[in-house]
Structures are given as C-alpha cells and as structure tokens.
C-alpha cells in the first residue's frame, strides 16, 4: 500500500472514531468539536483517496496535458505552452467524475443516492469549513456524510478497480481506541 493510501485509511479511521466518541457524548462542547472534527476529518480522507487514484494513473502515456492537469489539480498553460505549471484547484465534484469516466468510461449516474447523499456532505462541509453564521452540525448529518463518502469511494474503487473499496465493510466502525 502506497503511503497516501495508508495515509487515506488513517484519516479516515479517525474521522469514524471521533463519531463514535461524539455519540458516547451528552450534549455540549465535547459532542460539537467531535462531530466537527469527524466532518472534516472524513473529507480530508475523501480527499487523500480521491488523489490516491490519480498517482496511480502516473506516467501514463496515454493522457493529455488537460487530464493531468485535472488529475494533480495542475494548471496546464503557461507562457502559451501546454504544460503542467502551478496550483490549479477543482471542484472534488469534478474531479470524481473526471476519474470515474476516464477510467471506467461510465459517466456518474448522479441521480444515484450516493451521488444526492455525497453533494449534500459537500454543502455541510463548506457551511462548517467557509461559515457566514454558525452552522449546526448534528450526529445524524455526519453519520450520513461519512456513509456517503465511504459509498462515493466504494463506488469509484468498484467503477476503476473493478473491487470493492477494502475498508467499505467495516461501515462507521472504528479500529482506533483512543
């Protein structure tokens, strides 16, 4: 396993354990900075995979300045050359289903639950991550965000791999015990 890949399930296996410790709260400050810190903890695992397929398509012959360009989140024109330059961000919507297309040739089905399920923990994340108010986070939308970022990487390792997403069994369960 690639460092990122192990680096992808670490994050991830905390963002669940922090769930479970905001469920084993009451209520009150405790409870909110777990959830949120599962939240956000989730994405950046979401992240980390999402860049875990795209270093696995390095140094393929057979993709274009563009499509790297999406892969590394690269700009690809600089002083009038197709070339990778500097730091170009893209919508993590984009890139899932830049990968899923290019690399299985189906296009998302986004009228799928997980593609809904997945957009929604998109918007709370940026609520929590760019506020304009306070933004109330609550076990139920956290617990869906993790399952539908789960099912999102199940769903390309299952389009790409042509394999289930290892860790995807073990569901919102935890192996960390701190």
């Given at each position: 396993m690639a460092d990122i890949d192990a680096f992808a399930v670490s994050l991830l296996e905390q963002a669940k354990?922090?769930?479970?410790?905001?469920?084993?709260?009451?209520?009150?400050?405790?409870k909110g900075a777990y959830l949120r810190a599962s939240l956000l903890l989730g994405f950046c695992s979401f992240e980390a995979h999402i860049n875990a397929?795209?270093?696995?398509?390095?140094?393929?012959?057979?993709?274009?300045?563009?499509?790297c360009g999406i892969l590394f989140e690269k700009d690809v024109l600089e002083d009038?050359?197709?070339?990778?330059?500097?730091?170009?961000?893209?919508?993590?919507?984009d890139r899932i289903s830049f990968l899923h297309k290019r690399f299985s040739g189906a296009t998302i089905d986004k009228t799928s639950t997980w593609w809904s399920d997945l957009n929604a923990a998109i918007d709370l994340r940026n609520k929590?991550?760019?506020?304009?108010?306070?933004?109330?986070?609550?076990?139920?939308?956290?617990?869906?965000?993790?399952?539908?970022?789960?099912?999102?990487?199940d769903a390309l390792y299952q389009a790409i791999y042509k394999r289930k997403f290892p860790i995807a069994s073990l569901g919102l369960q935890s192996s960390l015990t701190f």
């Open positions: 354990r922090f769930y479970e410790k905001a469920s084993a709260e009451s209520e009150g400050t405790a397929v795209a270093e696995d398509f390095v140094g393929r012959s057979d993709l274009s300045s563009h499509e009038g050359d197709f070339v990778l330059g500097g730091l170009r961000m893209y919508r993590m919507e929590l991550s760019h506020p304009k108010q306070a933004q109330a986070i609550t076990p139920p939308s956290v617990e869906k965000a993790l399952r539908s970022i789960i099912t999102a990487i």
